[in-house]
DNA sequence: AAAAAAC
């Protein structure tokens, strides 16, 4: 049923003419659940190429050369030598496959690139043949469902267990964080707390995370991997920190999952030490090592001076600049790149939807809320006001369980909103960036960009957050005149994801940077005064017009999940 | 390329 649904869903909804005359008409895609709402499908008989993963694992060309393989690793592989190539004045191998793991439906391809990359594991008892896997790390894997390793599991656990560095490329929801959670259990032999001659006391492994939400919910992987033993795993926050000023204290820690102020603070004030730390972790690592956070992280590599000092960075994207940095930070890396870079999930059905002009998005929004729909939807706002205003609109508007979550609130606001959300309380979430990246909503299954993503990587990440370990998802974005000059980069995206996209927009131009310059001072007002001006009436007459909807919803296909 | 997030 749910692929039927999908399958009929179809890609993109798109008509310009139309939107000047009738707003309604763009309540877009609907998932609804009963037969008669379902729109037919293709009319041709083939698979639509969206529900093609094998043929979208095949995406990306390899370059193959015959013959030589007689490089001084070959038998470290059985299958899958695939390619020489010069890298940087270096032989580096090129090892290709086509993984034989399922995520899902889609069958990813996995490559790796580097000096003497250790054999993949097909299965966790493989591991247990060639590793040493303390017995209750195991038993915690069966007792929270892991059965059998994702691609970037089969090849990053090796990889990291044999100490190597690792730049890791997989897609949301592949299950990155147990990659890098499961080697540093392995690994770090015993408790501080416990006797422990060989490896010292005190932290050691640092994982920094972007956001407080994100490294909350890696800290409560590692809970989930640590039980029956006694590692202290702590998630760094100003009260943590402050539990931790006593020398003593802070000898019992294993480990610590922070964002990465909050870890400077601490160093800076000489109540943490780094030099005994042996994994060190990047997660989101393209956004770690933007502008912004890159001296801090910096900092906190530099304070981390163990001889033994591992270190790995893990994104879903990794844009040239950033790989360059993070390349640099490794030491005779092994990069392992699962699927098509920069290419999202292809379980996310995506679709673009045109509403004119900032005026006409809540509209558009009422309306597209109007149909029935999967709830929990994440919506994506650019800035912290717009987010707080459009939430505050959907609630003056009728619509109930909505929530904000932005930056700006408070650390407990923010906490109660993920809650909520996690507790499936939650039908609506409105959110900035802060919520793009890595956080696992597995009942989210439809996501709606309400402001326009401003890059690429932005959009992966924000459209991710559904979709993830096997699911479908469905993402929607909406876009205006005003977002012409990001457009063409993500109808790319969607294109070579497998939907398809009208011709126009792959032909715009490129941009000039000045247009773009002018294009970025452009403010946006907010939500709530932009209706006042342009759309209360609009607004007012739609909610008339949706007062049933509430009846209709409960008709819907409502399947909440939570974690 | 640009806003948000980090304390």
Redesign the pocket.
């Not at 922070?258 to 603070?265: C, D, G, M």
């Not at 959110?431 to 919520?435: A, D, G, K, L």
């Given at each position: 049923m749910e692929a039927f649904q999908l399958l009929s869903r179809g890609g993109i909804k798109f008509n310009k003419k139309k939107f000047k005359n009738d707003v309604s008409l763009f309540n877009n895609a609907k998932s609804s659940s009963s037969a008669t709402d379902v729109p037919l499908g293709p009319p041709d008989g083939d698979l639509p190429s969206e529900l093609d993963f094998f043929k979208y694992a095949q995406n990306t060309s390899v370059k193959r050369k015959a013959g030589d393989s007689t490089g001084p690793d070959k038998k470290r592989r059985i299958d899958d030598i695939v390619d020489k190539e010069e890298d940087e004045e270096r032989q580096i191998e090129i090892h290709a496959q086509e993984s034989n793991i399922t995520e899902g439906y889609a069958k990813h391809r996995v490559v790796t690139k580097g000096f003497n990359v250790p054999p993949h594991a097909n299965t966790f008892d493989a591991l247990t043949n060639r590793y040493r896997i303390p017995s209750h790390l195991l038993a915690n894997l069966s007792t929270n469902g892991y059965t059998q390793p994702t691609s970037i599991q089969s090849y990053g656990i090796p990889i990291l267990l044999e100490h190597r560095d690792l730049a890791a490329i997989s897609p949301t929801g592949t299950g990155k964080t147990l990659t890098y959670t499961f080697p540093i259990f392995s690994s770090l032999g015993n408790p501080s707390t416990t006797a422990n001659s060989d490896a010292g006391l005190g932290v050691r492994a640092l994982i920094l995370?972007?956001?407080?939400?994100?490294?909350h919910q890696i800290h409560n992987e590692c809970l989930k991997l640590s039980q029956g033993r006694k590692w202290k795993v702590v998630l760094?926050?100003?009260a943590t920190?402050n539990t931790l000023t006593d020398k003593k204290a802070r000898d019992k820690v294993d480990i610590i999952i922070?964002?990465?102020?909050?870890?400077?603070?601490s160093i800076r004030s000489g109540h943490l030490e780094l030099e005994n730390v042996r994994h060190l972790v990047l997660d989101e690592a393209?956004?770690m090592l933007?502008?912004?956070?890159l001296s801090?992280v910096q900092e906190i590599v530099a304070a981390c001076n163990h001889p033994k000092l591992q270190k790995a960075v893990f994104s879903a994207t990794l844009?040239a600049?950033a790989e360059k940095i993070a390349m640099g930070m490794l030491n005779n890396p092994i990069r392992v790149v699962v699927g098509t870079k920069d290419t999202p999930l292809p379980l996310i059905t995506q679709s673009l939807t045109y509403v004119a002009d900032d005026p006409s998005k809540l509209p558009s929004l009422l309306g597209y809320l109007s149909q029935p729909y999967n709830p929990p939807v994440l919506i994506f706002?650019?800035?912290?006001?717009?987010?707080s205003s459009l939430a505050e609109e959907l609630i003056l508007n009728g619509i109930s369980n909505v929530d904000c979550?932005?930056?700006?609130m408070s650390?407990k606001e923010?906490e109660e909103a993920i809650s909520r959300m996690r507790k499936g309380m939650s039908w609506i979430l409105i959110?900035?960036?802060?919520?793009a990246r890595g956080m696992d909503f597995k009942g989210v299954r439809e996501v709606i960009n309400y402001d326009f993503p401003?890059?690429?990587?932005?959009y992966i990440h924000r459209i991710g957050r559904t979709g993830r370990a096997g699911r479908e998802g469905k993402a929607v974005t909406f876009f205006t005149d005003e977002d012409a000059s990001?457009l063409k980069s993500i109808a790319n995206v969607i294109l070579q994801s497998g939907f398809s996209v009208p011709d126009w927009i792959l032909k715009l131009p490129k941009p000039s940077?000045i247009k773009?310059?002018t294009?970025?001072?452009t403010?946006r007002p907010d939500t709530v005064n932009m209706a006042r001006k342009v759309g209360r009436r609009e607004a007012i007459k739609k909610r008339d017009m949706i007062a049933g909807s509430k009846r209709r919803r409960e008709t819907a296909d409502i399947s909440v999940e939570t974690n």
């Open positions: 995370s972007p956001t407080r939400e994100l490294a760094f926050s100003k920190a922070s964002t990465p102020l909050r870890l400077i603070a393209d956004r933007d502008s912004e956070f801090q844009p600049n706002t650019s800035s912290q006001p717009r987010a979550l932005h930056a700006g650390k923010r959110s900035t960036e802060v919520m401003t890059s690429v990587q932005s990001y940077k773009r310059r294009m970025g001072k403010k």
